[in-house]
């Protein structure tokens, strides 16, 4: 630990330079104007009355004439500030009065979050969503009273179907991993790996968290039995701190296991996998957050301990390649997930956005054609994913969501015979007890959790997750708010969140009538698409995905788009 503080202390050295960065000319020439205009003022108006003060009157009297110099030369300094800058037309309008427009388009969002928006508004999670993280975490009662907020006629509603008589043996959720059990790896000759729980912490590198919040998902992880994923951004001493079962995610920059050209390095891949906490092996191919580019970490949160693990330079915006290359087709891919199988020995998955479905296809259907090849298991990332740090275009538009792009992944495995061969993870927005229920229901054997239990460790959604300025101390390197998340206590709401996310998936599932929540199917959850109107899970999402996936193959296979292909049905 002491270790680590020294490396970090670094970091204040670069901090000097926005100090200096303030004292600009404007700013120079406001500061020098008002103490021009406090000494004139002084001279030829107050000169007798400043000679006969005393210390104490004198440092009064002169202090308040320079404060009030600086207000007056400030609103001078602005106005010709804002006149001669030239990157914003309206500034030049209205200057010195744009600034309350701007300190209003600043704290705007905090004033919705607190004071305007409803309990059911704000995205990506509502007040109801976050209240009740913030109160399961803690341990807390999260019943309610007088009935439920969510309006059940709304477009989008998802209901669960009970079962008037069930056929559950046991209490609901008295012994978390009771029923659960997915061994990964079995198919492949590798060292297996057994899940008992269906939550698992998702991929979130050390760098765009802090080492208090790593080391607090560590532990909590240790504590409720489940895996810990360490992001691209290598394996750090916070992911050893309180000895959970790690994931080591291999990004497309090889962070932490590559040489000085950036290649994958084989012997250090090889010592990864000696470690004794890393369990299993994910190669990312992308994330639901920006797919199509590589992960990126802005130069604010490179520290030397951090330059350090990924080996990477300071001082400069850290961008991972947007694609391996040491492959570019699914032949390709298969063939460097046994390279890395060979040398770990231990299960080695794939991470995924899905797009076209003839992808995940393609897989399914090598795995078919080659058995004991391909992914152990297969993490399907929704495009509606997006703790890391990316641009608008593709965390908002990019990437099929987690329900349709699982349903996709899922009837692609069964209809190639392989449904069976791999362990699939949802990942993607998924943060409450309907949101596993849904994703199990679509096909999922586990879920992947990031930004639920960002919210568990204290997060209050104030989306400065990429400004390096995160008040609570969980998307930080700046260790002055580092010390805010105490890693103790947040750990200890990390494992409640994840047991109480369990026992409440269990109970969806024994009110359905099965005894595991992976025993749940898309019949029994209905979604409301239009007034008074419902449609079984299955139709709306498994039907899409076969529809798709046809109309797809036989536009390719006659050389057209889907619709012209349909136009020309249309025309017959």
Not at 53 to 61: C, F
Not at 136 to 145: D, E, K
Not at 419 to 426: E, G, N
């Amino acid at each position: 630990m002491a270790e680590r503080e020294f490396i970090q202390s670094g970091t204040t050295g670069p901090r000097l330079k926005y100090v200096f960065k303030i004292f600009n000319s404007y700013t120079s020439a406001w500061v020098i104007s008002a103490l021009l205009l406090t000494a004139v003022y002084g001279y030829f108006f107050q000169y007798e009355f400043l000679q006969e003060s005393g210390p104490i009157q004198l440092a009064l009297t002169l202090g308040s004439e320079f404060i009030l110099a600086l207000l007056i030369t400030g609103l001078i300094t602005l106005y010709i500030y804002d006149k001669r800058q030239t990157d914003t037309p309206i500034q030049r309008v209205f200057p010195v009065v744009i600034w309350g427009r701007k300190f209003l388009v600043k704290v705007g969002p905090l004033l919705r979050q607190y004071l305007f928006s409803n309990d059911q508004e704000e995205t990506p999670y509502n007040r109801i969503t976050r209240n009740w993280i913030y109160a399961t975490s803690a341990g807390v009662s999260n019943t309610i009273g007088f009935g439920s907020q969510i309006d059940m006629d709304k477009v989008g509603t998802t209901l669960i179907m009970p079962a008037t008589f069930t056929n559950t043996k046991t209490k609901t959720g008295d012994e978390t991993g009771h029923f659960y059990k997915k061994v990964i790896g079995e198919h492949t000759g590798v060292q297996t790996y057994t899940l008992n729980h269906f939550v698992h912490i998702s991929a979130m590198s050390y760098g765009a968290l802090s080492y208090n919040a790593h080391a607090a998902l560590n532990k909590g992880a240790k504590m409720a039995g489940i895996l810990h994923n360490t992001g691209e951004g290598s394996l750090a001493p916070c992911h050893e701190y309180g000895g959970a079962d790690l994931v080591f995610q291999i990004g497309t920059a090889k962070y932490g296991i590559r040489n000085e050209d950036g290649d994958l390095d084989d012997d250090l891949l090889k010592d990864m996998a000696n470690h004794p906490q890393v369990k299993m092996f994910e190669i990312k191919l992308a994330q639901g957050a920006k797919p199509g580019k590589g992960g990126m970490l802005l130069k604010e949160k490179i520290t030397a301990e951090i330059a350090q693990i990924r080996k990477i330079p300071m001082g400069k915006d850290a961008y991972a390649p947007a694609r391996h290359k040491e492959f570019s087709d699914v032949a390709g891919l298969f063939d460097f997930i046994d390279k890395v199988r060979k040398i770990t020995n231990k299960p080695v998955g794939i991470k995924m956005v899905i797009g076209h479905t003839v992808e995940i296809e393609d897989i399914a259907k090598m795995m078919k054609d080659q058995p004991g090849r391909g992914p152990d298991y297969i993490v399907i990332d929704g495009g509606d994913g997006g703790t890391g740090a990316s641009p608008h275009v593709l965390s908002s538009y990019a990437g099929l969501p987690m329900k349709q792009a699982l349903a996709v992944a899922d009837w692609a495995l069964r209809n190639n015979g392989v449904r069976d061969k791999v362990v699939l993870f949802a990942s993607g927005k998924i943060a409450t007890t309907i949101d596993i229920a849904v994703a199990m229901a679509l096909g999922a054997d586990a879920v992947y959790i990031a930004r639920g239990f960002m919210l568990s460790l204290g997060c209050i959604q104030a989306l400065e997750c990429h400004t390096n300025a995160c008040p609570t101390g969980i998307a930080t390197q700046n260790k002055r708010l580092q010390k805010a998340l105490d890693i103790e206590a947040a750990a200890k709401r990390i494992a409640t969140y994840a047991d109480a996310l369990y026992k409440e998936t269990q109970m969806l599932a024994e009110s359905c009538g099965y005894n595991s929540p992976n025993q749940i199917t898309a019949d029994d959850i209905m979604v409301v698409t239009s007034p008074g109107h419902l449609d079984y899970l299955s139709e709306l999402q498994g039907i899409s995905a076969f529809e798709a996936s046809q109309e797809r193959r036989l536009a390719k296979e006659r050389n057209m788009s889907v619709g012209e292909m349909k136009m020309r049905r249309e025309q017959v």
